[in-house]
Nanobody, 126 residues
Framework: VQLQASGGGLVQAGGSLRLSCAVS????????IAWYRQVPGKEREGVSC????????YYAPSVKGRFTISRDTAENTVYLQMNSLKPEDTAVYYC????????????????????WGKGTQVTVSS
């Protein structure tokens, strides 16, 4: 299983970025894919998750209304559209596979994740 995040960069506050997570080695439609972020010295924070099957999106309160998760099953890719970015959104963003219907993000327990991808840096300047 491989997950590769991309699309990070430097953006001004109020701007937008779209992250991509290319997934391989698993049955894409049967896996929940989550986005996490981490700031040095802090634990990884679950940001969003898209469920397997119907593709229901889940969001952390800190990003709800600003971020949108989606997927392209033909491309085996999950996207995280990030709008109205704030300096506190600055972090390394990771995508990950959750085998349990987005349980990791909804419970706050990252231990449910079984595969992590490498991260992509997002920096939001004020």
């Amino acid at each position: 299983v491989q997950l590769q995040a991309s699309g990070g960069g430097l953006v001004q506050a109020g701007g937008s970025l779209r992250l991509s997570c290319a997934v391989s080695g698993l049955t894409f439609g049967n896996s929940a894919i989550a986005w996490y972020r981490q700031v040095p010295g802090k634990e990884r924070e679950g940001v969003s998750c898209i469920s397997r099957g119907p593709g229901t999106g889940y969001y952390a309160p800190s990003v709800k209304g600003r971020f949108t998760i989606s997927r392209d099953t033909a491309e085996n890719t999950v996207y995280l559209q990030m709008n109205s970015l704030k300096p506190e959104d600055t972090a390394v963003y990771y995508c990950a596979r959750d085998p349990y219907h987005c349980r990791a993000v909804t419970t706050g327990m990252a231990s449910w994740i079984d595969h992590w991808g490498k991260g992509t840096q997002v920096t939001v300047s004020s």
